[in-house]
T-cell receptor, first 112, second 110 residues
Framework: NAGVMQNPRHLVRRRGQEARLRCSPM?????VYWYRQLPEEGLKFMVY????????ESGMPKERFSAEFPKEGPSILRIQQVVRGDSAAYFC??????????FGPGTRLTVL | AQRVTQPEKLLSVFKGAPVELKCNYS??????LFWYVQYSRQRLQLLLR??SRESIKGFTADLNKGETSFHLKKPFAQEEDSAMYYC????????????FGTGTKLQVIP
């Protein structure tokens, strides 16, 4: 089991462009979580998804951010019209029924 | 709403000194509590959970329902313990969402 995979590991975008971050959960896991870590700050919950459903998006900014976890393929976190303040590390985690979350290595987004 | 509070952003201790990383949670039924650790340039990983009552890398954590706390302790700090530590809780009852605290950076001074 390769663990949670995230790609790309590093992503550079100019202001106004779109960023797409991908997360492949561990095999057999149907729950995916996205977190954001700003420089020198802790982990902040963004969204919790199960296959084809958003369960809790209370941590997602209301505009420009969206997430999906389709029946087939990875979970996608999409940020439209990126701004400098979006620069951060974005972590994905997955779990099965036992609550322990397994984390991916993260994607470091830099907005120029 | 569930809350997890880690009051210290940074905790510095000397090597060999005892460590206590504080964590308090908002009361709600029977929570499941965890400690996660993130070493430099590594991914976040589970350190321990309260239901297993185990000691990992010399760390222990006891759930105190009266004080709604789940402090992480180690009697003698090592340099390799320097990392970011996150306390987290689930709602229990199989509900999957886990809430993380804001984290405490542990710095062990040689």
């Amino acid at each position: 089991n390769a663990g949670v995979m995230q790609n790309p590991r590093h992503l550079v975008r100019r202001r106004g462009q779109e960023a797409r971050l991908r997360c492949s959960p561990m095999k057999g896991h149907s729950h995916v979580y996205w977190y954001r870590q700003l420089p020198e700050e802790g982990l902040k919950f963004m969204v919790y998804l199960q296959k084809e459903n958003i369960i809790d998006e209370s941590g997602m900014p209301k505009e420009r951010f969206s997430a999906e976890f389709p029946k087939e393929g990875p979970s996608i976190l999409r940020i439209q019209q990126v701004v400098r303040g979006d620069s951060a590390a974005y972590f994905c985690a997955s779990s099965d029924r036992v609550l322990e979350q397994f984390f991916g290595p993260g994607t470091r987004l830099t907005v120029l | 709403a569930q809350r997890v509070t880690q009051p210290e952003k940074l905790l510095s201790v000397f090597k060999g000194a005892p460590v206590e990383l504080k964590c308090n949670y908002s009361y709600s039924g029977s929570p499941e509590l965890f400690w996660y650790v993130q070493y430099s340039r590594q991914r976040l990983q589970l350190l321990l959970r309260h239901i297993s009552r185990e000691s990992i890398k010399g760390f222990t954590a006891d759930l105190n329902k009266g004080e709604t706390s789940f402090h992480l302790k180690k009697p003698f700090a090592q340099e390799e313990d320097s990392a970011m530590y996150y306390c987290a809780r689930g709602l229990g009852r199989g509900y999957q969402k886990v809430t993380f605290g804001t984290g405490t950076k542990l710095q062990v001074i040689p």
